[in-house]
């Protein structure tokens, strides 16, 4: 039903960094270019989710594809700054996960115009020469849907995998409540 693609989680190192040392005592998996952007990427090997960290020691791990996978990355991430003296201990300050994003599908092709005047204009963004996709904003859900002509859609902002699918089971029930006469 619903697949999480990305898990994003944030945390804090509770110390300031500089990133020109950080970048150099780490040159093999630190990519640094203040001129570009003014926070360090890290990335353990080419199929791994990507941190970011800041100067102020904050970081965020994205395209982790479970939770797991990004407490995972941050124990490897922690023991390296910790093996290099960067931080004077392996833990940080606080970590959390911030959001899901997830893909599920309606299993039919959807007219969005149809879509968009069921759920209310009030609730929904759909501009077919901008976005080729309805963006749906529930009032009873915390996460934004994305849906598509295909039926895929796109489950982003959610706090935890339950809440997701929540939303995209909400979103399949009132579809097919709307477009049951197609």
Not at 72 to 89: N, P, T, Y
Not at 122 to 151: K, N, W
Not at 156 to 182: K, P
Request: glycine letters at 8%; a negative charge; hydrophobic letters at 45%.
């Amino acid at each position: 039903m619903v697949q999480i693609v990305n898990v994003v989680a944030s945390g804090a190192l509770d110390v300031e960094l500089d990133l020109e040392i950080v970048a150099g005592e780490l040159d093999d998996v630190v990519d640094y270019d203040p001129e570009k952007y003014p926070g360090a990427y890290v990335r353990f090997g080419d199929d791994e989710p990507l941190i970011t960290l800041y100067r102020t020691g904050k970081y965020i791990i994205t395209g982790a594809s479970s939770e797991a996978e990004s407490e995972r990355l941050r124990e490897v991430f922690l023991g390296l700054l910790d093996r290099h003296g960067i931080v004077s201990s392996a833990e940080d300050a606080w970590f959390t996960v911030q959001n899901y994003v997830c893909v599920a599908d309606l299993e039919r092709s959807v007219n969005l115009s149809a879509l968009a005047i069921g759920f209310g204009l009030e609730v929904i963004e759909y501009e077919p020469e901008q976005f080729p996709g309805l963006v749906y904003r529930p009032d009873d859900h915390e996460c934004v849907l994305l849906v598509f002509a295909s039926g895929k859609v796109v489950i982003t902002g959610a706090q935890d995998i339950d809440s997701a699918e929540a939303a995209f089971v909400a979103v399949r029930e009132s579809t097919e409540t709307l477009l049951a006469d197609e």
